[in-house]
């Protein structure tokens, strides 16, 4: 994963704007990954007469309209927040040159580079984007150069990244 034009505000914490087709990409190879231990409090179900699931705490009718904004380029791009998870003896592929940051993503649990990337909070806005790319990609339209969104990047443990969508939380309620 490479960011471009990135602002390092210090060792653990970025900020760049990325176009739509990039996250797309990023996403649908599984760059970056949806990990429930760091949101918001899932919604329980019921399956069948015996089992409870969690599930993604998502509202579709968010989705589609912040998808109809997005194409419709009414969409003022916010920000999501991706964590890159550190645990312990592990150094995560993860280097700033330039005011580029670059990414390797390594799901190998047993590598000593580990690198895992976690959508922190955003679900509702990356699910717009990809809903929205897909449909232009379908269309054979192009994919406004303007259409994307920021995207702080973090360097946190587990429990860090719980702290920061608590906080994230906080100020949308």
């Known amino acids: 994963m490479e960011?471009?034009?990135v602002i390092k505000i210090n060792d653990t914490s970025y900020v760049a704007f990325v176009g739509a087709e990039k996250l797309y990409d990023y996403f649908t190879n599984g760059?970056?990954?949806y990990d429930r231990r760091v949101q918001r409090e899932p919604r329980i179900r019921l399956l069948g007469k015996n089992y409870l699931v969690k599930e993604i705490s998502l509202n579709k009718n968010s989705v589609k309209e912040i998808?109809?904004?997005m194409l419709n380029r009414t969409y003022e791009p916010d920000a999501i927040i991706?964590?890159?998870l550190m645990m312990e003896g592990k150094s995560p592929n993860v280097k700033y040159e330039n005011g580029s940051l670059?990414?390797?993503p390594n799901l190998d649990i047993n590598?000593?580079?580990t690198t895992i990337v976690q959508l922190t909070d955003g679900m509702h806005r990356i699910s717009a984007l990809i809903s929205a790319v897909t449909k232009l990609k379908k269309?054979?339209?192009s994919?406004?150069?303007d259409m994307g969104l920021i995207v702080k990047v973090t360097i946190k443990t587990l429990e860090e990244a719980k702290r920061i969508t608590v906080q994230s939380f906080k100020r949308s309620t």
């Open 139 to 141: 269309n054979k339209q």
């Open 67 to 69: 998808e109809q904004e």
């Open 143 to 145: 994919i406004p150069d």
């Open 82 to 84: 991706l964590n890159v």
């Open 31 to 33: 760059l970056f990954i």
């Open 111 to 113: 590598a000593d580079d």
């Open 102 to 104: 670059f990414i390797t």
């Open 3 to 5: 960011f471009e034009n």
